[in-house]
Protein backbone atom coordinates (compact mmCIF):
# COMPACT_ATOMS: atom_id res chain seq x y z
CA UNK A 1 0.00 0.00 0.00
CA UNK A 2 0.88 3.57 -0.65
CA UNK A 3 0.49 6.65 2.24
CA UNK A 4 -0.12 9.52 1.36
CA UNK A 5 2.08 11.93 2.75
CA UNK A 6 -0.39 14.89 2.65
CA UNK A 7 -3.32 13.34 4.20
CA UNK A 8 -1.93 9.92 5.26
CA UNK A 9 -4.44 7.49 3.29
CA UNK A 10 -3.57 4.41 2.03
CA UNK A 11 -3.95 4.02 -1.49
CA UNK A 12 -3.23 0.88 -3.37
CA UNK A 13 0.49 0.50 -5.48
CA UNK A 14 0.14 2.17 -9.07
CA UNK A 15 -2.04 5.14 -8.10
CA UNK A 16 -0.54 8.45 -9.13
CA UNK A 17 -2.97 10.17 -7.14
CA UNK A 18 -4.54 10.56 -3.73
CA UNK A 19 -8.08 9.80 -4.12
CA UNK A 20 -8.74 11.87 -0.43
CA UNK A 21 -6.62 15.07 -1.07
CA UNK A 22 -5.55 14.74 -4.89
CA UNK A 23 -1.81 15.01 -3.48
CA UNK A 24 0.66 13.52 -5.86
CA UNK A 25 1.99 9.87 -5.11
CA UNK A 26 4.81 9.92 -6.87
CA UNK A 27 7.84 11.70 -8.28
CA UNK A 28 9.51 11.64 -11.95
CA UNK A 29 12.61 9.57 -12.11
CA UNK A 30 15.36 11.08 -14.65
CA UNK A 31 14.46 8.29 -17.15
CA UNK A 32 10.87 9.38 -17.00
CA UNK A 33 11.70 13.31 -17.04
CA UNK A 34 14.14 12.14 -20.07
CA UNK A 35 11.21 10.53 -21.76
CA UNK A 36 8.03 12.83 -21.62
CA UNK A 37 6.19 14.28 -25.14
CA UNK A 38 8.56 15.26 -27.86
CA UNK A 39 7.10 18.66 -27.60
CA UNK A 40 8.99 18.92 -24.08
CA UNK A 41 12.20 17.80 -25.76
CA UNK A 42 12.40 20.97 -28.01
CA UNK A 43 13.35 23.63 -25.96
CA UNK A 44 14.32 26.96 -27.90
CA UNK A 45 15.24 29.31 -25.32
CA UNK A 46 17.08 28.70 -21.09
CA UNK A 47 15.83 31.13 -18.50
CA UNK A 48 17.64 28.67 -15.51
CA UNK A 49 15.71 26.04 -17.46
CA UNK A 50 14.53 24.05 -20.48
CA UNK A 51 10.57 25.92 -22.22
CA UNK A 52 9.02 24.70 -24.68
CA UNK A 53 8.44 27.22 -27.98
CA UNK A 54 6.65 30.26 -27.19
CA UNK A 55 6.91 30.05 -23.42
CA UNK A 56 7.46 32.19 -20.47
CA UNK A 57 9.16 31.01 -17.36
CA UNK A 58 6.36 30.98 -14.90
CA UNK A 59 6.88 32.66 -11.60
CA UNK A 60 5.52 31.01 -8.26
CA UNK A 61 2.36 33.33 -7.79
CA UNK A 62 1.83 34.49 -11.11
CA UNK A 63 -0.80 32.87 -12.20
CA UNK A 64 -4.18 34.42 -13.10
CA UNK A 65 -7.28 32.23 -14.24
CA UNK A 66 -10.36 33.68 -16.15
CA UNK A 67 -13.45 32.04 -16.17
CA UNK A 68 -15.36 32.08 -19.51
CA UNK A 69 -18.57 34.16 -19.06
CA UNK A 70 -16.91 35.65 -15.52
CA UNK A 71 -15.62 38.85 -14.55
CA UNK A 72 -13.49 37.89 -11.66
CA UNK A 73 -10.13 37.42 -12.49
CA UNK A 74 -8.64 34.52 -9.97
CA UNK A 75 -5.15 34.86 -8.46
CA UNK A 76 -3.06 31.41 -7.49
CA UNK A 77 0.07 32.62 -5.38
CA UNK A 78 2.65 31.18 -3.01
CA UNK A 79 2.72 27.24 -4.06
CA UNK A 80 3.96 24.81 -6.89
CA UNK A 81 0.66 22.68 -7.19
CA UNK A 82 -2.72 23.64 -7.31
CA UNK A 83 -5.79 21.34 -6.85
CA UNK A 84 -8.91 22.49 -9.67
CA UNK A 85 -12.06 21.40 -8.16
CA UNK A 86 -15.28 21.66 -6.48
CA UNK A 87 -15.33 22.46 -2.38
CA UNK A 88 -17.09 19.44 -0.55
CA UNK A 89 -17.46 19.64 3.61
CA UNK A 90 -16.67 16.09 3.82
CA UNK A 91 -13.79 16.44 2.43
CA UNK A 92 -11.04 17.59 4.97
CA UNK A 93 -8.49 18.97 2.19
CA UNK A 94 -10.36 21.95 -0.01
CA UNK A 95 -9.27 22.53 -3.65
CA UNK A 96 -7.05 25.12 -4.12
CA UNK A 97 -9.34 27.02 -6.97
CA UNK A 98 -12.82 26.02 -5.75
CA UNK A 99 -15.42 26.41 -8.99
CA UNK A 100 -18.43 25.33 -6.75
CA UNK A 101 -19.62 29.13 -6.72
CA UNK A 102 -19.06 29.00 -10.88
CA UNK A 103 -21.45 26.64 -11.42
CA UNK A 104 -18.75 23.93 -11.15
CA UNK A 105 -21.42 20.96 -10.16
CA UNK A 106 -23.43 21.68 -12.59
CA UNK A 107 -20.83 22.46 -15.10
CA UNK A 108 -19.19 18.68 -14.64
CA UNK A 109 -16.13 20.09 -12.31
CA UNK A 110 -15.49 17.02 -10.06
CA UNK A 111 -14.22 17.53 -6.18
CA UNK A 112 -10.96 16.87 -7.38
CA UNK A 113 -10.51 17.69 -10.88
CA UNK A 114 -7.16 18.22 -12.23
CA UNK A 115 -3.65 20.08 -10.73
CA UNK A 116 -1.74 23.06 -12.25
CA UNK A 117 1.94 22.54 -11.64
CA UNK A 118 4.92 24.20 -12.24
CA UNK A 119 7.95 21.82 -13.12
CA UNK A 120 11.63 22.40 -15.20
CA UNK A 121 10.04 23.14 -18.38
CA UNK A 122 7.38 25.01 -17.31
CA UNK A 123 3.35 25.64 -16.05
CA UNK A 124 1.52 21.84 -16.31
CA UNK A 125 -2.16 20.27 -15.86
CA UNK A 126 -2.78 16.98 -14.93
CA UNK A 127 -6.44 15.45 -15.17
CA UNK A 128 -6.59 13.25 -11.50
CA UNK A 129 -9.51 10.80 -13.03
CA UNK A 130 -12.10 13.49 -13.23
CA UNK A 131 -15.46 11.80 -13.69
CA UNK A 132 -16.21 14.52 -17.15
CA UNK A 133 -12.08 14.93 -18.36
CA UNK A 134 -9.98 17.79 -18.94
CA UNK A 135 -9.68 19.62 -22.38
CA UNK A 136 -7.11 22.06 -23.02
CA UNK A 137 -7.51 23.77 -26.04
CA UNK A 138 -9.98 21.36 -27.22
CA UNK A 139 -7.96 18.72 -26.90
CA UNK A 140 -9.08 15.46 -24.31
CA UNK A 141 -6.10 15.11 -21.67
CA UNK A 142 -4.88 11.43 -20.92
CA UNK A 143 -5.53 10.62 -17.28
CA UNK A 144 -2.87 11.26 -15.23
CA UNK A 145 -0.36 12.57 -18.06
CA UNK A 146 1.18 16.04 -17.45
CA UNK A 147 0.44 18.38 -20.53
CA UNK A 148 2.71 21.45 -20.89
CA UNK A 149 0.20 25.07 -20.94
CA UNK A 150 1.06 28.26 -22.72
CA UNK A 151 -0.11 31.80 -21.56
CA UNK A 152 -3.47 32.56 -22.65
CA UNK A 153 -4.25 28.37 -23.33
CA UNK A 154 -8.59 27.55 -22.82
CA UNK A 155 -9.00 24.69 -20.23
CA UNK A 156 -12.27 23.19 -20.13
CA UNK A 157 -13.11 20.96 -16.56
CA UNK A 158 -16.11 19.43 -18.18
CA UNK A 159 -17.97 22.07 -19.58
CA UNK A 160 -16.71 24.67 -17.23
CA UNK A 161 -14.28 26.89 -19.81
CA UNK A 162 -11.37 29.04 -18.47
CA UNK A 163 -8.52 30.18 -19.27
CA UNK A 164 -4.68 31.22 -17.70
CA UNK A 165 -2.55 33.33 -17.67
CA UNK A 166 1.07 33.33 -16.34
CA UNK A 167 2.75 35.93 -18.73
CA UNK A 168 5.15 38.76 -17.58
CA UNK A 169 1.87 40.78 -16.95
CA UNK A 170 0.93 39.20 -14.28
CA UNK A 171 3.97 38.75 -12.43
Known amino acids: MIICPNCRHTE ?41 PGHTAPMAGSIAIRIQGSPDRLQLTGKAEYLLGRG ?34 GLGIVDLGSTNGTLVNGRLLTVGKLQTLRDGDEIKLGKLALNVYFGPENQ
Do not use: I
Open 12 to 52: YPGTLFCSECGARLWELSAEETAHLTDSFKQPTQKLGSELL
Open 88 to 121: DPKNEVPPDLDLGPYNGQQMGVSRRHATLLYNEF
